[in-house]
């Protein structure tokens, strides 16, 4: 069975642009949540989707967004890029009764 | 509010020798699930294990073991005759379950092993 996949692997961006993550689930996974880590931060939960809802969101300001399509692959937009956005995205899923988590190979996503 | 400490912030071990990853958590809930990822230089978080609250059975897996203590609110990992692709950090981390459903890891700061030859 595949693995969580997300695209692109490395992303370089300019302050004040936008910028989109891919994550596809492994097949059968409905939620899917994200991550951000920073050496500064460590591992900071973004938010969670299922069934193309968002179901939990972590203390994050709004210009970080996410969706789900129908066939569960998630989207994350983060708009008016900053510096401190930069960091390393990831996406994990997982089936509901078993809250195991299984993690992509991120998005280094840098911001200059 | 839920909390996970990796007080060891760094370890380094000769190949062979045996080491401890200690976790320490906090938490009200009285159901949840604690986790023990790795993560080597390539960024990919690799799950290791899963316990949940109800559960305290020591489990061993090849040269990975775990101590699941409720008492101490601790969760300890230990490699046994470490070897040099051992060499990662290590995160534990602790399952937030909502009311709703939904999975929320809240994660430790990690614990860097080097095992060297």
């Known amino acids: 069975k595949a693995g969580v996949t997300q695209t692109p692997r490395y992303l370089i961006k300019t302050r004040g642009q936008q910028v989109t993550l891919s994550c596809s689930p492994i097949s059968g996974h409905r939620s899917v949540s994200w991550y951000q880590q920073t050496p500064g931060q460590g591992l900071q939960f973004l938010f969670e989707y299922f069934s193309e809802t968002q179901r939990n969101k972590g203390n994050f300001p709004g210009r970080f967004s996410g969706r789900q399509f129908s066939n569960s692959r998630s989207e994350m937009n983060v708009s008016t890029l900053e510096l401190g956005d930069s960091a390393l995205y990831l996406c994990?899923?997982?089936?509901?009764?078993?809250?195991?988590?299984?993690f992509g190979p991120g998005t280094r996503l840098t911001v200059t | 509010a839920q909390k996970v400490t990796q007080a060891q912030t760094e370890i380094s071990v000769v190949e062979k020798e045996d080491v401890t990853l200690d976790c320490v958590y906090e938490?009200?809930?009285?159901?949840?699930?604690l986790f023990w990822y790795k993560q080597p230089p390539s960024g990919e978080l690799v799950f290791l294990i899963r316990?949940?609250?109800?559960?305290?059975q020591n489990e061993i897996s090849g040269r990975y073991s775990w101590n699941f203590q409720k008492s101490t609110s601790s969760f300890n990992f230990t490699i046994t005759a470490s070897q040099v692709v051992d060499s990662a950090v290590y995160f534990c981390?602790?399952?937030?379950?909502?009311?709703?459903?939904?999975?929320?890891?809240?994660f430790g700061t990690g614990t860097q092993l080097k095992v060297e030859l």
């Open positions: 316990r949940n609250s109800f559960d305290e």
């Open positions: 938490t009200r809930d009285t159901t949840y699930y």
């Open positions: 981390a602790l399952s937030e379950l909502f009311t709703g459903g939904g999975n929320k890891l809240t």
């Open positions: 994990a899923s997982s089936l509901e009764r078993d809250r195991e988590s299984y």
